[in-house]
């Protein structure tokens, strides 16, 4: 029976009900992955000496599953994670599925908890859905496993970010990821260097940090878990390059929109926090779970910056735009919504 979920409780936090939920899993043993299943919410059992225990191998994606204003159950892009997730798994050395694997979990999962979808009509709310594949093989010595859990569990969520939809971020000279490393997978060892910065940056007063560079510390990468944009002086939109970023679809999307319905000029360029503070009118941050946020501050060097010089008018429209298609109130010019059968 549908679950009476009150939207404005609802925070970016595993739903307490959770045990209540069903998720997916499916194993990869002798060099083959099972048929997989639907069972109930459970603990994994794990050796002490598996893999992702101790050395990490671990890769996940974040999606989400909403009503549209059809009442039809939907999904953003969902093709895009099942590619991302491929890609991150092979620069883990994890065994690859095909797509029809992870397409087909990700709508078993949503199908077994449609009672858990929360029923908003801003897109702040949704099922939010969490694929991961670890290394669960016991071993000591330092290489890839050679058995895997790939399972997917699912949580009514709220904003990632406050209600309120706008942050202050500290730019630190922290760096997230490295040249020719695992920045642009979704790798769970990216995660653990954000923790204390983030944590020092919320006693601050911020809500997350921006990372910079790991060369010459001063150009912004990302966010903890959203990518980065800049409304420049002269109307360019800006956001950092591909390279060690995480390439978020959200971040995908917006330039799409930008281009293509706004005529903007869209630039993937180094962009310095000097030039921000000093030319931008408006800053966001983007993400499936952060959606569209706006950046009132950013401090650096010991000092705020109030880089909202244009009434966050940009984040607002692209913001009104990505979620009139995401909720079927508008027609879907690139093909992104999905709808779950
Ligand atoms: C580090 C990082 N950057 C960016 C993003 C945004 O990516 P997406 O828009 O695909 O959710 C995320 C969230 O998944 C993230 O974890």
């Known amino acids: 029976m549908a679950r009476s979920i009150d939207c404005n409780k609802l925070t970016f936090s595993l739903y307490p009900h959770a045990h209540e939920m069903k998720m997916y899993e499916s194993y990869?043993?002798?060099?083959?992955?099972?048929?997989?299943?639907?069972?109930?919410?459970?603990?994994?059992?794990?050796?002490?000496?598996?893999?992702v225990l101790n050395y990490g191998q671990g890769i996940f994606e974040g999606m989400k599953a909403y009503y549209s204003v059809k009442g039809k159950v939907v999904l953003f892009r969902p093709e895009e994670n099942?590619?991302?997730?491929?890609?991150?798994?092979?620069?883990?050395?994890?065994?690859?599925?095909?797509?029809?694997?992870?397409?087909?979990?990700?709508?078993?999962?949503?199908?077994?908890?449609?009672?858990?979808?929360?029923?908003?009509?801003?897109?702040?709310?949704?099922?939010?859905?969490?694929?991961?594949?670890?290394?669960?093989?016991?071993?000591?010595?330092?290489?890839?496993?050679?058995?895997?859990?790939?399972y997917i569990f699912a949580s009514p969520v709220g904003p990632y970010f406050d209600k309120v939809g706008i942050v202050k971020l500290l730019a630190r000279n922290?760096?997230?990821?490295?040249?020719?490393?695992?920045?642009?997978?979704?790798?769970?060892?990216?995660?653990?260097?954000?923790m204390r910065p983030k944590q020092e940056a919320i006693?601050?007063?911020?809500?997350?940090?921006?990372?910079?560079?790991p060369i010459k510390n001063q150009y912004i990468e990302e966010a903890g878990a959203a990518n980065f944009f800049a409304l420049m002086d002269n109307g360019s939109l800006v956001t950092p390059p591909l390279g060690t970023i995480l390439p978020g679809i959200t971040r995908e999307s917006v330039i799409e929109?930008?281009?293509?319905?706004?005529?903007?000029?869209?630039e993937e360029r180094d962009l310095s926090v000097d030039e921000v503070i000093s030319r931008a009118r408006e800053c966001f941050v983007?993400?499936?779970?952060?959606?569209?946020?706006s950046v009132s501050d950013i401090g650096w060097n010991g000092k705020i910056h109030n880089i909202n010089r244009n009434q966050y008018q940009l984040a607002h429209q692209l913001y009104e735009k990505l979620i009139n298609i995401q909720l079927q109130k508008e027609s879907d010019p690139f093909n992104w919504v999905r709808v779950v059968q």
């Not at 050395?93 to 397409?103: H, L, Q, R, Y």
């Not at 929109?257 to 869209?266: G, N, R």
Request: glycine share 8%; net charge positive; with cysteine.
């Open 28 to 51: 990869y043993l002798n060099g083959k992955w099972d048929k997989g299943a639907i069972v109930d919410f459970h603990d994994i059992p794990l050796s002490p000496a598996a893999n």
């Open 203 to 213: 006693a601050d007063g911020y809500n997350d940090v921006i990372y910079l560079d």
């Open 257 to 266: 929109l930008a281009k293509k319905i706004y005529q903007m000029k869209v």
């Open 82 to 150: 099942a590619k991302r997730f491929e890609k991150s798994a092979y620069k883990l050395a994890i065994p690859g599925m095909t797509a029809d694997k992870f397409m087909g979990a990700v709508q078993d999962i949503v199908k077994a908890n449609i009672d858990f979808i929360p029923q908003c009509d801003d897109g702040r709310c949704s099922l939010y859905l969490r694929p991961v594949c670890i290394g669960i093989e016991p071993l000591l010595g330092v290489r890839a496993a050679k058995e895997y859990l790939f």
């Open 174 to 194: 922290i760096n997230r990821a490295s040249p020719h490393g695992t920045g642009d997978a979704k790798a769970v060892c990216n995660y653990p260097v954000t």
């Open 286 to 293: 983007t993400g499936t779970a952060a959606i569209i946020t």
